[in-house]
């Protein structure tokens, strides 16, 4: 892969997938950002927006092995890592993978299935392996998890502990669309699905790659101490009860790495580093109740904190 590839490469990513996501570049580089940070992705937004259709659309365009799991309440753990059989033909047991073994496992309304269910994911996410009966198994590579949820269903929803949404480099929410755009996405569907249509862009491989030159996108001391300061001060916010972790941190800088990478420079910017604050950041940071009630939200903090460290000057 050339020294302009990477970003080419990418960009043809995000062509593809806007083929079916109409208006909404930022949530898709965003999306692609996760990706190529090596996270996994959490969309959370209203019914109706788009959230499935972003997940399969990206799926769509990387050739990759994709699966999708339904989480409801009666899902069982080994049904999303998988099982041991009794083969009695070899007298012994022999496991079964679940659908998380896949390069892209979309994971649609994770939180209608139970802590139980949900807890299967914590392993495959941060150790990239899956434990059955004693027995390690690791997942492929690249392995990137695209979870979609509502954030206003309230019945029959389990809300995700913050040690399953910290799992997640980022979570972004798609909002919605102008009145051109919506009429560009209805015309658009007149005679099916745009999202159907999508071909691969890149295969396993080449996400591998982009994954690699992610990593030696250069970020210099004082933006290090940027980041860290943006994630230092969200601890200290009146407002907050608990800040975002050293993971946090790490979020940061890769999100920030992978949008410069998409933007076609090698080195980190402090606009990358606001742009990926608050998908980065905000499913962190947990608000006081009594701030909660006020309307005040964990991007809202963010926010806040990223108009007031200063940026720092370059020398």
Known sequence: MGKEAPAVRAREVVKAVETAIVGKRATVEAALCALLADGHLLIEDIP???????AKALARSLGCEFKRVQFTPDL????????????QKQSEFEFRPGPVFANVVLADEINRATPKTQSALLECMEERQVTVDGRTHALPSPFFVLATQNNIELSGTYPLPEAQLDRFIAR????????????QIMRGQVHGKPVDSITPVIGAREVVELQAAVREI?????LQGYIVDIVTATRNLPAVYLGASPRGSLALMHLSQARALVHGRDYVTPDDVKACAASALSHRIIVKPEYRV???VARQCVDEVVGRVPVPVEP
């Open 48 to 54: 109706g927006v788009g959230k499935t259709t972003l």
């Open 76 to 87: 069982l753990p080994s049904d999303v890592s998988g099982t041991s059989i009794f083969n």
């Open 218 to 222: 250069r970020v210099d001391e004082a």
């Open 294 to 296: 006020r309307g005040t």
């Open 172 to 183: 972004i929410s798609i909002g919605y669309p102008g009145r051109a755009d919506e009429l």
